[in-house]
């Protein structure tokens, strides 16, 4: 672990807001970015990387929900019924890795982050089937207004047990890798659950926090959270994040997809390469 | 409706105290080093950070309640309860180390 500087927290806070930054331009949040860089780079512990990963990821949450709260994009039926799942997991992962080798880890780290990117590649052309408004959207669909169309987009949810295993997948890799899990659940909710991709991502961006929250709890109880970090880093993330959402509607979406499934893959065999050492 | 709001009332109060705190931290551990004063705000940043989306689960079961859907009353509960176990695996962790 290194020592505690000012100069590591200003580095921190550094990084956190360039993860920030490409987190909330590609929507998967800052964690994936962060965790390898203070882990590889730095040289924490995984545990402590994904420690403070976690923190961020809290916040990110946090801020981006209250923002969207009464917009209706956030589906908030689904989301508390799938935060049953992704908490579970989230408990199960932050008490395993209290077991698991550091090398596992980063094992770990590199197949999920070499799968989401090829998942990314496969759906390039994907698009949304958006339904017709007059669509009853059930117990758990959702209808909101779309700005870019103007219009008001319905929807219904298909295959709720896969959106429950997802979840609960998803809440076990984000304890467990320190990242919020919505690089699962989104494409799940998407691909096979019938959401609109903005619906997918709100909702999914609602629910790390609580799935973050429960692993996050078990690392400050191990003393694996250094809290002068972890606030260097939330205020980076916090910071970056504004500005991707800010600038980063111009984007387009093809291109950021194309670039996070590279992005993902350097990342996976740098995790790969260290972790096989 | 009500729920959103009160939802997104709840996760802005919680984020921008916590965010005062950590800032507040950060700059008297950098002016005047790491002393008890830095690190209680620190800590108490962080608590109130973790405790956020814990506040919201709480405001939503009340909301469920207040509404009489017994459903998903049931179902925030249930989470509510995960995040315990995980503070308590948290206590655990704890005390062994």
Same mark, same amino acid.
Not at chain 1, 2 to 7: D, E, G, I, Q, W
Not at chain 1, 8 to 34: D, E, K, M, Q, R
């Given at each position: 672990?290194?020592?505690?500087?000012?100069?590591? *927290?200003?580095?921190?806070?550094?990084?956190?807001?360039?993860?920030?930054?490409?987190?909330?331009?590609?929507?998967?949040?800052?964690?994936?970015?962060?965790?390898?860089?203070? =882990?590889?780079?730095?040289?924490?512990?995984?545990?402590?990387?994904?420690?403070?990963?976690?923190?961020?990821?809290?916040?990110?949450?946090?801020?981006?929900?209250?923002?969207?709260?009464?917009?209706?994009?956030?589906?908030?039926?689904?989301? #508390?019924?799938?935060?049953?799942?992704? *908490? /579970?997991?989230?408990?199960?992962?932050?008490?395993?890795?209290?077991?698991?080798?550091?090398?596992?880890?980063?094992?770990?780290?590199?197949?999920?982050?070499?799968?989401? @990117? @090829?998942? #990314?590649?496969?759906?390039?052309?994907?698009?949304?089937?958006?339904?017709?408004?007059?669509?009853?959207?059930?117990?758990?669909?959702?209808?909101?207004?779309?700005?870019?169309?103007?219009?008001?987009?319905?929807?219904?949810?298909?295959?709720?047990?896969? *959106?429950?295993? *997802?979840?609960?997948?998803?809440? =076990?890799?984000?304890?467990?890798?320190?990242?919020?899990?919505?690089?699962?659940?989104?494409?799940?909710? =998407?691909?096979?659950?019938? #959401?609109?991709?903005?619906?997918?991502?709100?909702?999914?961006?609602?629910?790390?926090?609580?799935?973050?929250?429960?692993?996050?709890?078990?690392?400050?109880?191990?003393?694996?959270?250094?809290?002068?970090? /972890?606030?260097?880093?939330?205020?980076?993330?916090?910071?970056?994040?504004?500005?991707? #959402?800010?600038?980063?509607? /111009?984007?387009?979406?093809?291109?950021?997809?194309?670039?996070?499934?590279?992005?993902?893959?350097?990342?996976?065999?740098?995790?790969?390469?260290?972790?096989?050492? | 409706?009500?729920?959103?709001?009160?939802?997104?009332?709840?996760?802005?109060?919680?984020? &921008?105290?916590?965010?005062?705190?950590?800032?507040?931290?950060?700059?008297? &551990?950098?002016?005047?080093?790491?002393?008890?004063?830095?690190?209680? !705000?620190?800590?108490?940043?962080?608590?109130?950070?973790?405790?956020?989306?814990?506040?919201?689960?709480?405001?939503?079961?009340?909301?469920?309640?207040?509404?009489?859907?017994?459903?998903?009353?049931?179902?925030?509960?249930?989470?509510?309860?995960?995040?315990?176990?995980?503070?308590?695996?948290? !206590?655990?962790?704890?005390?062994?180390?």
């Amino acid at each position: 672990m290194p020592v505690l500087t000012a100069s590591l *927290a200003f580095v921190i806070f550094g990084v956190g807001i360039a993860s920030g930054a490409l987190g909330s331009l590609l929507g998967l949040g800052g964690g994936v970015f962060l965790v390898p860089f203070l =882990n590889l780079v730095l040289g924490f512990p995984f545990g402590a990387a994904a420690a403070i990963s976690l923190t961020t990821v809290i916040a990110t949450s946090s801020t981006v929900s209250a923002g969207r709260a009464g917009k209706q994009l956030i589906n908030m039926k689904l989301g #508390m019924l799938l935060e049953v799942a992704t *908490a /579970a997991g989230s408990f199960l992962g932050g008490v395993t890795a209290q077991f698991v080798s550091q090398s596992l880890l980063q094992k770990t780290f590199g197949f999920v982050a070499a799968a989401v @990117a @090829a998942i #990314m590649l496969t759906r390039l052309r994907r698009r949304n089937v958006i339904l017709d408004p007059s669509v009853d959207p059930g117990l758990l669909g959702g209808r909101y207004h779309e700005e870019e169309s103007g219009g008001d987009v319905t929807y219904r949810v298909k295959r709720l047990p896969v *959106a429950i295993l *997802a979840s609960f997948l998803a809440g =076990n890799v984000s304890s467990l890798l320190g990242i919020g899990g919505g690089i699962i659940k989104v494409p799940v909710l =998407n691909a096979w659950c019938g #959401m609109p991709l903005r619906a997918a991502a709100a909702t999914s961006a609602f629910m790390i926090g609580v799935t973050a929250t429960a692993g996050a709890v078990i690392y400050y109880g191990t003393g694996q959270l250094e809290p002068a970090l /972890a606030a260097a880093a939330v205020l980076g993330v916090q910071i970056g994040s504004w500005g991707g #959402m800010r600038f980063g509607a /111009a984007a387009s979406a093809k291109w950021l997809k194309v670039m996070m499934a590279i992005v993902l893959f350097i990342l996976s065999a740098m995790m790969l390469a260290r972790g096989g050492r | 409706m009500k729920l959103e709001r009160a939802v997104g009332a709840v996760l802005r109060a919680g984020v &921008t105290i916590s965010t005062a705190c950590m800032v507040l931290g950060l700059l008297v &551990t950098l002016s005047a080093g790491e002393g008890s004063a830095a690190r209680l !705000l620190l800590h108490a940043g962080i608590i109130i950070l973790l405790a956020t989306p814990v506040a919201r689960v709480i405001v939503s079961i009340v909301q469920y309640v207040i509404a009489r859907d017994w459903m998903f009353s049931a179902l925030t509960t249930i989470v509510l309860v995960e995040l315990a176990a995980s503070a308590i695996a948290a !206590l655990f962790f704890n005390r062994r180390l």
